[in-house]
């Protein structure tokens, strides 16, 4: 390693806090969103990629990086992994800001007094309405997102 990349590793050491849970919680920083932000090269960098980088390798062209452990301050390396825009979309938890239950992919529909589950995968709406109370239909949510998508992990713990 030469003496610029060990000097910038450092430096990037240097802004992070380590959590019980294992985060490396970006303490310089963070933008709107809730993401650490540095300069490299007098620009705007995310500074999970910059971890991605320096102890993982490059990032290619095409693929996102996903928060496994869902903090978005966190810079940990072993809680970033490679990811397409599809795979990245599915590794989400908690609801929708317009679901009104608080339950990923469950609606209230008012006119019919019953609940209706919606998840969207690869582009296509999956729907079944119907559902009397809001266990059921969050059970149900949960089956259909573990059968559509492959990088749900909050789903299958």
């Not at 000097?7 to 380590?18: C, G, N, Q, V």
């Not at 062209?61 to 979309?89: F, G, K, S, W, Y």
């Amino acid at each position: 390693m030469d003496e610029y990349t060990r000097r910038e590793t450092l430096r990037f050491l240097s802004k992070i806090k380590t959590l019980n849970n294992g985060c490396w919680e970006w303490t310089s920083t963070i933008n709107r969103k809730g993401y650490g932000v540095l300069s490299v090269h007098g620009k705007p960098v995310a500074a999970y990629r910059v971890s991605y980088m320096l102890f993982r390798g490059e990032i290619p062209p095409a693929m996102q990086i996903d928060h496994i452990c869902h903090n978005r301050a966190c810079v940990n390396p072993n809680h970033l992994r490679l990811a397409t825009t599809t795979q990245n979309n599915e590794n989400h938890t908690g609801a929708n800001r317009n679901s009104g239950t608080g339950v990923r992919g469950v609606y209230w529909e008012a006119d019919r007094q019953k609940y209706r589950v919606e998840v969207i995968s690869k582009g296509k709406r999956h729907r079944k309405g119907g559902f009397s109370n809001l266990s059921d239909a969050a059970a149900y949510a949960r089956e259909l997102r573990n059968e559509l998508m492959t990088f749900n992990d909050a789903d299958r713990q």
